[in-house]
């Protein structure tokens, strides 16, 4: 531990450090998907039908939307969502089928302090469960850190939405606690989890994503032979 010159504790020096760039609105490639800046026009009838699959709305449960009937009231919900200063919307795009399947944003960007939270994840149920929807988050995370140097990857979540809470856990996310009362959503209030990825964690991270993305990790009915959560153990260890 660092102390200044009067004895008190100070944190560790950040040597050169300067503000990082936004987000640039170019695509992010993968093997298994494509991650692009949001295009209302080519994207928000592909997302809406994606989520028509579902049965009901229940993926909306923990989201700032009840879901969506007509493909118009959608796009004017993108639309709406997608226009503020410190968010940059993504679809999420199958390689395979070469549609829009799933949305995710960074928020809350802060260069000067080189941080980025990862939010307003919507998974169709064309999405979920897939190695593009690993592949997705692995794009987005890489962005942040190789790409532009964060210090700090975030997502946060209401604490009672637990597939969330374990999805974070899963991609290496470190749990940090609970703000109480922090939002007040559809009438209700929201407890927020907060969790963390730092610069520092990220090479063992990366890797371990690396590894499970890799065609060589599924058998031919494309099953995994080693969990995402247990290569971020090894690599951590």
């Given at each position: 531990m660092?102390?200044?010159?009067?004895g008190q504790?100070?944190g560790?020096?950040?040597?050169?450090w300067?503000?990082?760039p936004r987000p640039p609105?170019t695509?992010?490639?993968?093997?298994?998907?494509?991650v692009?800046?949001?295009?209302?026009?080519r994207?928000?009838?592909?997302?809406?039908?994606a989520?028509?699959?579902?049965?009901?709305?229940r993926?909306?449960?923990y989201?700032?939307?009840?879901?969506?009937?007509?493909?118009?009231?959608?796009r004017?919900?993108?639309?709406?969502?997608?226009?503020?200063?410190?968010t940059?919307?993504?679809?999420?795009?199958?390689?395979l089928s070469?549609?829009a399947?799933?949305?995710?944003?960074y928020?809350?960007i802060?260069p000067?302090?080189?941080?980025i939270?990862?939010?307003h994840?919507n998974?169709s149920?064309?999405l979920?469960?897939t190695?593009?929807?690993t592949?997705?988050m692995f794009?987005?995370?890489?962005?942040?850190f190789d790409e532009?140097?964060?210090?700090?990857?975030e997502?946060k979540?209401?604490s009672l939405?637990?597939?969330?809470?374990?999805?974070?856990?899963r991609?290496?996310?470190?749990?940090?606690?609970?703000f109480?009362q922090?939002?007040?959503y559809?009438?209700?209030?929201?407890?927020?989890a907060?969790?963390?990825?730092?610069?520092?964690?990220?090479?063992?991270?990366?890797?371990?994503?690396?590894l499970?993305?890799?065609?060589?990790n599924?058998?031919?009915?494309?099953?995994?032979?080693?969990?995402?959560?247990?290569?971020?153990?090894?690599a951590?260890?």
């Open positions: 660092k102390h200044n010159e009067f504790p100070i560790d020096p950040v040597p050169g300067t503000p990082r609105r695509p992010m490639v993968g093997r298994y998907c494509r692009e800046p949001l295009d209302i026009s994207h928000a009838a592909e997302l809406h039908a989520n028509a699959d579902a049965a009901d709305h993926r909306w449960t989201l700032n939307a009840d879901g969506f009937d007509s493909a118009d009231a959608y004017q919900w993108l639309a709406q969502m997608s226009a503020a200063n410190d940059l919307f993504h679809a999420i795009v199958d390689s070469n549609h399947v799933g949305v995710a944003a928020l809350r802060d000067v302090n080189g941080a939270e990862v939010g994840i998974y149920s064309r979920q469960q190695r593009a929807a592949e997705a794009l987005m995370m890489r962005r942040a532009l140097g964060y210090r700090r990857y997502w979540c209401d939405n637990e597939p969330s809470r374990r999805a974070a856990a991609l290496g996310f470190q749990f940090e606690g609970i109480r922090a939002v007040v559809k009438d209700r209030n929201r407890d927020t907060w969790f963390s990825i730092l610069d520092g964690e990220w090479p063992a991270i990366r890797r371990a994503f690396e499970w993305l890799a065609p060589d599924f058998d031919a009915a494309g099953h995994q032979h080693h969990p995402l959560a247990e290569l971020i153990a090894s951590r260890a």
